[in-house]
Every structure is written in structure tokens, then in C-alpha cells.
């Protein structure tokens, strides 16, 4: 029987420990509480100190923590670090690290990186630079525990999530052969890059080489780094099938594991709490809505929403506008449709007038000017959502039974209109579809049903694909819908989501029920003590490749 390698030490990397962009925030602060239980305290997040002097709402610093370490650690050019506790489930340990003093390394960095793999830093731009010299200094912090701890006489794994991080795991490897590497790529930088450029990516994926590709999009330093660093780990993973394919393809290495993303129902109020923060969310929402347009929506009112990162292709948000259109045309509508676009966009403030009406609602019944937008933006004219609801003259009017609303800020609870967190908007919603393009995982959907909230999505999406892997299909029995997109049926995938979702609105309150009970069950299958054995297989086959090395 062949030996199991486990851990002692794990060390994950990411710019999004205590930092909140987007899904990987989600799958590392889900997570946590899983590796925890299994690795009490052997678990070490790193994430780039971009907080400063002000204090982090996901990060409680301590002196005691690892303080032998912090006393005697020898770290280079005066560069500093913070130990503390993600303010999350399982209150991982974590090491926030301040990189500023890197920055005149630069050139010397990508000059070895050059030298030692070939890595073309060249044509970088944009976010590259921060993100290499936070990778770096991660690096340089795991090198500096390695030798307090005396590590060759443990299995320690380092493991770096996404292109960001990239150089962190290739100077381990050299400094530090001893270390296990992980390298998990969420979503191959050229693939996004392909599908977001309008490009058909599923099609014609067979003909894609990733290298030329990357000179045709301008992302060559982006997509160096990454397929490198897929590469030269120990073990190389990715969060679905679709994009092992993507990886097999464009980077050139196929993924040794796959790594759904999973979720914890901690996340998720209690009965009594749950009924109170549904009718707080359903009473906000219906307050922008009436405050905007003048007229409060109907008591039964079927609230749906999409939300995510605005990529307005990729997560499928043209699509969902498109089917707005087509619901607001429908003589099946029959109850009135609100429908909530999350999506944060180039936000200026949150607007004035509408913050006045909020205060006064019931005294103005005459609509806002665009009143379909809760906060002005430095870029209107060219905002993609607003172009395309003024394009399809989509105007709130008050005897329309299709009302839609663009909520264009991040929601954490203090953007000056709906002053709820995300999960405390998406907790008072009836439905919600996310028609991606391009979404190796799909966190948004998960999220949804965990919440007993109906959702549906596409088989483009890992987690389409993974529904559609289980034996009860179809709404009724798991609470998702998934429907098939591909790179040439945007107007039927757009006609079966109106569809869908005025069937959805028709079901009475028995079958809502049973709908949202199902919805729940499916989530219960995607925790992570579910999925977390992916990662643990993943452990080994870096451990037992690292220990060739030893």
C-alpha cells in the first residue's frame, strides 16, 4: 500500500486573504474552518498587508501568535509583517505582509526569473508589478519560518492560489527545494482574456495555443508567469473539468487534481433569524424600488437578481438584460418582476436624490431621473449596463410588470443606499440566474441555494456542470436550473432563461417551498468536509514529489 504524505505545515498564499475581490475570497474564507479542524494552527494564510495604519474589519492582529518567530525573524530589506487571525469561521492564523520595500528589486527579480525559467516580465503592465513583489515577499516570509522551524524535519507544503502569486512559488522551488509546491490557477489568465475579448472560446479551444494567444491579447507576462508556475509545482490543480481542459490546452500541464470550491452553511442565518433578515432585505429592496420609480412594488412581487464581477460577458450579464427585455414583452408575466443587477462598476457615490427620497418614501410618486441606478458613476456614458437598458429602453415605467435595477457598488453594508452586506440582500430574493460565458467554479449560484434561493446558471460553469454530474436534474428536485450555452445560442439561452424564470414566478407557495428546501439540500452536498479530500490528495502528491527531492 502506498504511504500517505500529510502536511505538518501548510503555508497558502493569496491576495485575497483578508482581502475581499472576489470568488477566491470565497473559497479561502470557506475553507479555512475545513483545514482547521484537520491542521489545527498548521495552517498559515498569507495576504498583502494593503490595510496600513487603519485597522482591517477581517483581521484581528496579535503580539502572541507565532511571537518566537516574529521576535527572531530575519526578514530582508526591512520589510515588515503582522500576525493576527482571519475574522472569519475557524480564525485561521495569517501573516499580512507589507511589500513596499521590494519594490526597488524589481528588475533584479524578473531578471532571475528570466535567467532560472524564463519568465518574460517585459511587456508587464498594469497590476503585474504589485502583484510579483507580494508573491516575492510571501516567499521570502515562508523562507524565513522555514528556518526557525528547522523545516527539513517536517512536510511543509506551499501552496499559491492564481498568476498572482506565481513568482512566490518559483523562487520556493529554488531557494527551497525541500518545500512541497501547489500551484491552483481559478482561471487561466488567457482564457478569461479569450472570452472576455468576444473571442469563441469552446469551439475552437483544440486550435488555441496559449503562447500566441497571449501576444495577440497583450497579456504575455501574465500568462508566462502562470503556465510556468503550473508547470514547475509539485502538484498542479483547478477548481472544474472545464477548465482542466482550459489548463491542458493554453498552459500546456494537465491539472494532477480537480478542487470544487465548496461552501459552509455557517454562512447562513437560523430559522428565526432568517425569516427576520428576509423581510429586512425584502422591505430595503422594495424601498429602492418604490423611492426610483415612484411606485412600490406589489406585495407579491418576485424578486430575482444576478450578481458577481463585472465582466460583462464572461458572467453572462448581457445575457441576463436580454432576457429582462424579453420578460418585460411577455403577455405570461402575470406578477410583477424585479429584477437587481449586484454587479460593482466604477462607482462615484451613492446618489443624493435618492438617499432624499429614501428618507420621505411615500410622500413622491413622480419617477427619479434613471431610475433604474442607485449611485452615479465617473463612467455613465460608457457603462455597459446602463448603455444596454437604455438601448433596450427598458424605463421603469410604472405600469410595467418588469422593473430593473442596477445596485452598482460593492456591498459590505455601508454604500449609502441598500446598507446591507451581500448575503443580506441576497437572503430577501425569490431567484437568481447567473448565464455565464466564462466561469471555471461559480461561486454565485452556490451561494444562492445554500440561502434556499432557486437558482439558475449554465453548463459553461463548474458548477453547472457539477449539477448536472448528479442524478436528480432540474429545478423542482435540486433548486437548479442549468441550461446549455455555447459560443452560437445567446438568443435561446436567452428565451429559456425568461422562460424559466416566469415559470418560476408562477409556482405557488407549496411548491416555492419544496423548490427552496431542495435548493438546500443540493448545498449540503458541496460542503466542504465534503470536498476537502481533493485538497488532501492534492497535499500528498506535492509531499511524495518534494520528498524525491530530500
Not at 504511504?3 to 486573504?17: G, H, M, R, T
Not at 521570502?140 to 528547522?150: A, H, P, R, T
Not at 501547489?182 to 503562447?211: C, E, M, Q, W
Request: with cysteine.
Amino acid at each position: 500500500m502506498e504511504k500517505q504524505f500529510a502536511p505538518d505545515y501548510i503555508f497558502e498564499v493569496s491576495w485575497e486573504v483578508c482581502n475581499k475581490v472576489g470568488g477566491i475570497y470565497t473559497v479561502l474564507s470557506t475553507k479555512a474552518k475545513t483545514l482547521q479542524k484537520l491542521y489545527k494552527d498548521k495552517i498559515i494564510f498569507i495576504g498583502p498587508d494593503i490595510w496600513g495604519n487603519k485597522p482591517s474589519p477581517y483581521f484581528s492582529r496579535s503580539k502572541t501568535l507565532l511571537k518566537d518567530w516574529q521576535r527572531q525573524a530575519s526578514l530582508p530589506q526591512n520589510m515588515k509583517v503582522k500576525v493576527g487571525r482571519w475574522n472569519i469561521p475557524g480564525r485561521p492564523i495569517v501573516i499580512l505582509v507589507d511589500y513596499q520595500s521590494l519594490y526597488p528589486y524589481k528588475n533584479d527579480l524578473y531578471g532571475e526569473m528570466w535567467n532560472r525559467y524564463g519568465v518574460n516580465s517585459l511587456p508587464a503592465y498594469g497590476d503585474y508589478d504589485e502583484s510579483c513583489i507580494f508573491a516575492y515577499a510571501s516567499a521570502l516570509v515562508i523562507e524565513s519560518f522555514y528556518k526557525f522551524i528547522q523545516g527539513d524535519k517536517f512536510n511543509i507544503v506551499a501552496h499559491f492560489n492564481e498568476w498572482t502569486t506565481g513568482m512566490g512559488l518559483l523562487h520556493i522551488k529554488y531557494t527551497l527545494p525541500q518545500v512541497a509546491t501547489l500551484f491552483t490557477t481559478h482561471a487561466t489568465s488567457i482564457g478569461r482574456s479569450i472570452a472576455g475579448n468576444g473571442k469563441p472560446l469552446y469551439d475552437y479551444l483544440a486550435g488555441y495555443n496559449g503562447d500566441q494567444m497571449a501576444e495577440e491579447l497583450n497579456i504575455v507576462s501574465k500568462h508566462s508567469l502562470e503556465k510556468t508556475a503550473a508547470i514547475e509545482a509539485d502538484c498542479f490543480t483547478t477548481v472544474s473539468e472545464i477548465t482542466a481542459k482550459e489548463c491542458t490546452q493554453l498552459l500546456g500541464r494537465k491539472p494532477d487534481v480537480v478542487t470544487p470550491n465548496g461552501f459552509e452553511q455557517n454562512f447562513v442565518p437560523a430559522e428565526e433569524e432568517y425569516k427576520a433578515k428576509r423581510k429586512i432585505a425584502r422591505k430595503r429592496l422594495c424601498d429602492i424600488v418604490e423611492a426610483l420609480t415612484g411606485k412600490r412594488p406589489e406585495k407579491n412581487a418576485y424578486l430575482i437578481a444576478t450578481s458577481g464581477r463585472y465582466e460583462y460577458k464572461n458572467k453572462g450579464i448581457d445575457l441576463f438584460i436580454d432576457a429582462m427585455k424579453r420578460i418585460s414583452q411577455s403577455s405570461d408575466s402575470g406578477r410583477e418582476i424585479v429584477a437587481f443587477i449586484l454587479v460593482p462598476a466604477w462607482v462615484n457615490q451613492a446618489r443624493t436624490d435618492l438617499q432624499k427620497r429614501l428618507e420621505t418614501l411615500g410622500f413622491e410618486s413622480t419617477p427619479l431621473r434613471d431610475p433604474f441606478i442607485t449611485h452615479t458613476l465617473f463612467n455613465y456614458d460608457d457603462d455597459k449596463v446602463v448603455n444596454q437598458i437604455h438601448f433596450l429602453n427598458l424605463n421603469n415605467k410604472a405600469d410595467s410588470q418588469l422593473k430593473i435595477i442596477f445596485i452598482p457598488s460593492y456591498l459590505t453594508g455601508d454604500d449609502g443606499i441598500a446598507n446591507l452586506s451581500y448575503y443580506d440582500l441576497l437572503i430577501g430574493l425569490d431567484a437568481t440566474a447567473f448565464p455565464s460565458y466564462y466561469e471555471p467554479w461559480g461561486y454565485t449560484p452556490l451561494e444562492s441555494i445554500a440561502f434556499g434561493i432557486p437558482t439558475i446558471t449554465t453548463d459553461l460553469s463548474g458548477f453547472g456542470q457539477w449539477i448536472n454530474s448528479r442524478k436528480e436534474q432540474g429545478v423542482k428536485q435540486s433548486g437548479v436550473k442549468v441550461l446549455h450555452r455555447s459560443d452560437m445560442n445567446f438568443v435561446e439561452v436567452s428565451e429559456e432563461l425568461a422562460d424559466s424564470l416566469l415559470a418560476l414566478s408562477h409556482c405557488g407557495k407549496a411548491q416555492r417551498e419544496k423548490i427552496s428546501q431542495a435548493a438546500t439540500n443540493v448545498s449540503l452536498e458541496a460542503e466542504w468536509k465534503h470536498f476537502i479530500i481533493h485538497y488532501t490528495k492534492a497535499f500528498h502528491i506535492a509531499l511524495k514529489k518534494a520528498s524525491l527531492r530530500k
